[in-house]
């Protein structure tokens, strides 16, 4: 265990008497115990809703060897939780949280507990420096998400020097790990760097690719090549089909939402109801690829 584990000065600060309830543990050795009774206090179904009750139990769980049990009692800790009624309420501690989540991140060497560790610096405790490492580790263990996440630090200099090619490097990450926005970012900045005819057709596959995995703006930009001819061969018909690809997509801003839905209006007029249907097909077979 880390030499912090001090039950009495995680909690003392809530002006709780621990010590009945820490003798009470003393005899319970079952992890999934400890971590069902934690989660049963934290939510307050099947018994009594009580913040303390659950933030001892994850740690008794935790001083027995639960990386889950120190996982869930530093998210705990991160934001406090306030019971005003029953006076349970727990106090946040930003610093013991941490410490919980890196004792456990040491064991498990897990990627999304250096990522929860990288947010936690970057937006509650505001250090840019800890927060890009731990974020650089995430990454480098495969998680997207933060692979991502640097991408857009690095581009748009948010705590870090501004750098296009750490942040390609970062994105190049992502897309490599099948991360829709990844993917689209990487296509996205080799367009955007002034690039050859064969750098034009790196950039397409990209879009292709992330329009294929979801990527709505990804479908709008290949009806946009197709539909002026921007590195590709000039077809109404393909170009029908990665919009109305996009127009399906959920997630779809509306500005962008509305701009496709005139523009596939507008091909409308000028396709056949024939290729119309044959580009629908197209769309959905690009979707099933995916």
Excluded at 8 to 21: I, M
Excluded at 87 to 106: C, K, P, Q, T, V
Excluded at 245 to 260: F, I, N, R, W
Aim: with cysteine; proline share 3%.
């Amino acid at each position: 265990m880390p030499n912090f584990f001090d039950p009495k000065r995680c909690f003392d600060n809530n002006g709780y008497d621990l010590e009945p309830f820490l003798n009470s543990l003393e005899n319970e050795t079952n992890l999934e115990t400890c971590l069902d009774l934690g989660a049963v206090y934290r939510s307050g179904d099947g018994a009594p809703f009580n913040p303390i009750a659950a933030a001892n139990w994850f740690l008794k769980a935790a001083s027995l060897g639960s990386e889950k049990g120190a996982i869930l009692l530093g998210l705990l800790l991160l934001d406090g939780l306030d019971d005003p009624e029953n006076g349970n309420s727990l106090d946040a501690d930003l610093m013991e949280g941490l410490r919980w989540l890196i004792y456990a991140e040491s064991i498990t060497q897990d990627p999304i507990v250096s990522n929860l560790i990288a947010l936690t610096y970057l937006y509650k405790v505001h250090d840019s420096e800890k927060g890009v490492k731990w974020l650089r580790k995430a990454a480098s263990g495969g998680h997207a998400q933060s692979a991502l996440k640097l991408g857009y630090l690095y581009g748009y200099g948010e705590g870090v020097p501004k750098d296009i090619a750490e942040s390609k490097k970062w994105f190049k990450l992502a897309a490599d790990a099948d991360d829709k926005e990844g993917v689209f970012m990487t296509g996205r900045l080799m367009v955007q760097s002034g690039i050859t005819d064969k750098d034009a057709k790196a950039a397409l596959s990209y879009f292709i690719r992330a329009a294929k995995l979801g990527h709505p703006l990804a479908g709008l930009m290949l009806g946009q090549a197709y539909l002026h001819g921007i590195g590709v061969q000039k077809s109404n018909k393909r170009a029908y089909a990665w919009f109305w690809l996009a127009h399906t997509q959920a997630d779809l801003p509306s500005k962008e939402g509305q701009y496709v839905s005139e523009v596939l209006d507008s091909l409308e007029k000028n396709l056949s109801s024939s290729d119309i249907d044959e580009a629908v097909n197209m769309a959905q077979r690009f979707r099933e690829e995916a």
